[in-house]
């Protein structure tokens, strides 16, 4: 029953990490009325893992992974025989349209990708794309939120500003990345 106690050290140690020092003034009995909660401990280790990601980590890394995890999901990949085949298909079809239209020879030469290749060469584009959509969300969060924060309370909203930048640049990067790997299925 030890382990279920919520005054225990490793749950102390819990709240400590994820809120950082504020865990000491925590009113534990504010937990109880989440009894019906069920929360599971691998999803509660899962969300403070990402919570601490979004403010260490690389928000890049963040959408390279679930766009890969979608694109990956079949375990589809090219063999030898059907890159062959479709460099050879590549050339046939050269041919026929440089001699049908006045369009230029491309500047390299065509080359067949499985969707988390194609991820992983478009990746740069897109950042150069969305990063300025990212940075104006996070943007967007912190004046909302200083807009609403009672000017006592100022202060406290400017700490929380790189926690909040943080929390937006990994919601972007997860959903970006969901679109991405997803673009990547009808792409490829």
């Known amino acids: 029953m030890a382990e279920n106690d919520p005054n225990s050290d490793d749950f102390m140690q819990f709240l400590r990490r994820m809120l950082g020092g504020s865990a000491e003034d925590f009113d534990l009995s504010a937990l109880q009325g989440m009894e019906g909660l069920n929360l599971d401990p691998a999803m509660m280790q899962q969300m403070m893992h990402q919570m601490q990601n979004a403010m ?21 990949g090219i063999d030898a025989g059907s890159r062959s085949s479709i460099a050879d298909a590549f050339a046939l079809a050269d041919l026929w349209v440089g ?8 500047g390299s030469a065509p080359r067949a990708l499985t969707r988390g290749e194609w991820v992983e060469q478009t990746l740069p584009i897109w950042k150069e ?4 959509v990212s940075t104006s969300i996070a943007d967007a969060l912190m004046s909302a939120l200083e807009g609403q924060t009672p000017e006592d309370m100022q202060g ?9 930048r943080g929390i937006g640049s990994s919601v972007f990067a997860m959903q970006f990345g969901h679109v991405l790997g997803n673009l990547s299925l009808e792409v490829v």
């Open 129 to 132: 794309v969305a990063a300025p």
């Open 156 to 164: 406290m909203v400017q700490g929380a500003g790189r926690l909040m």
């Open 99 to 106: 001699e049908a239209t006045t369009i230029s020879e491309l």
């Open 56 to 76: 260490s980590g690389d928000p890049w890394e963040t959408t390279l992974r679930q766009a890969l995890h979608i694109a990956n999901r079949d375990g589809l």
